[in-house]
């Protein structure tokens, strides 16, 4: 169904007549009889009833004009937007990112960009790699700051990657700990402690990019959130695998290690915009305070 039979529909709808529609529309009386006809033909049911004065609404016209009017006006909402986008003058910037982006990464580098852009709507959305890159190709973000492990990349042939940096990842432990004196340690040096966790499943966590063959951590606490999980840690419930991002939400009973070079691991942080939008001002915009709050952490 095009929109141009709907605005025809609701120019009639509100004028209550084909000839008052037509001189708004700019169109022949029989155009604008045309249109309507393809339109109840599409929808197999009549939409006017003719009356001396003009056109009225039937059951099912009045059925339809809430939902053309609500389809029209988004479209032009839609048009406004990306009309003001272009220009950096107004609309709305949306991003998604994952939980620890969203601790310290994305709010400076979004920040940024409102303070040189004001009148740029932005909106942030919180959550995990693969439903956020759903959001993006779905058309309800404009950017998704995304992570993946080395030698894997999240996203499609659809997806633009710009790589912001690697993200090492430490240990946490509580201060009472008998490790937490060392600068670094092994992952085989935790064997007999509690791990807290993201999954109750270490491979579908973020060890499954650190484990060491063989190595098979106890999960005894899962927690999604990283308050909860430096929460657990500080109060001696366990130890966790923390991404550099969020060391800025450590308790001051929380001590973090680094992980011997044999077992450091990193995950990829990447931006990712739909193929070939990346160079649309408010995106391209975006994209730089990304890439320059990435290397002034």
């Not at 080395?150 to 430490?170: H, I, Q, S, V």
């Not at 085989?188 to 190595?215: N, V, Y």
């Not at 939008?277 to 391209?284: I, M, N, S």
Request: aromatic share 4%; hydrophobic share 45%; charged share 25%.
């Amino acid at each position: 169904m095009h929109t141009e039979l709907l605005d025809v529909f609701r120019t009639v709808a509100r004028t209550g007549s084909i000839t008052a529609a037509a001189r708004t529309l700019g169109f022949t009386q029989s155009a604008v009889s045309r249109q309507i006809g393809v339109l109840e033909t599409e929808l197999g049911d009549r939409l006017f009833d003719r009356v001396p004065r003009g056109v009225q609404l039937t059951d099912a016209g009045r059925g339809l004009l809430p939902h053309a009017e609500a389809v029209l006006d988004r479209l032009a909402a839609a048009r406004s937007e990306l009309a003001a986008l272009r220009g950096l003058g107004g609309g709305t910037l949306r991003i998604g990112a994952f939980p620890t982006a969203v601790a310290a990464l994305v709010p400076r580098a979004l920040a940024a960009f409102r303070q040189a852009h004001p009148s740029v709507r932005v909106q942030l959305v919180e959550g995990r790699t693969p439903a956020l890159l759903d959001r993006l190709h779905a058309g309800d973000a404009d950017i998704a700051v995304v992570s993946a492990p080395p030698g894997e990349t999240p996203g499609t042939r659809r997806t633009d990657l710009y790589r912001l940096l690697d993200e090492k990842l430490l240990v946490a432990v509580p201060l009472t700990h008998h490790l937490a004196r060392r600068r670094t340690v092994r992952l085989a040096d935790l064997a007999g402690d509690a791990f807290i966790a993201g999954s109750a499943t270490a491979e579908e966590s973020l060890m499954r990019a650190t484990l060491p063959p063989g190595f098979r951590p106890r999960v005894d606490i899962v927690a999604a959130d990283w308050t909860g999980k430096l929460g657990c840690v500080a109060a001696g419930l366990g130890v966790a695998l923390v991404p550099e991002l969020a060391a800025r939400a450590r308790p001051a009973d929380v001590v973090l290690l680094r992980l011997h070079r044999d077992d450091a691991a990193i995950r990829r942080v990447y931006a990712a915009t739909v193929r070939g939008r990346g160079d649309t001002p408010a995106v391209a915009a975006a994209l730089a305070c990304l890439r320059d709050a990435a290397r002034n952490p």
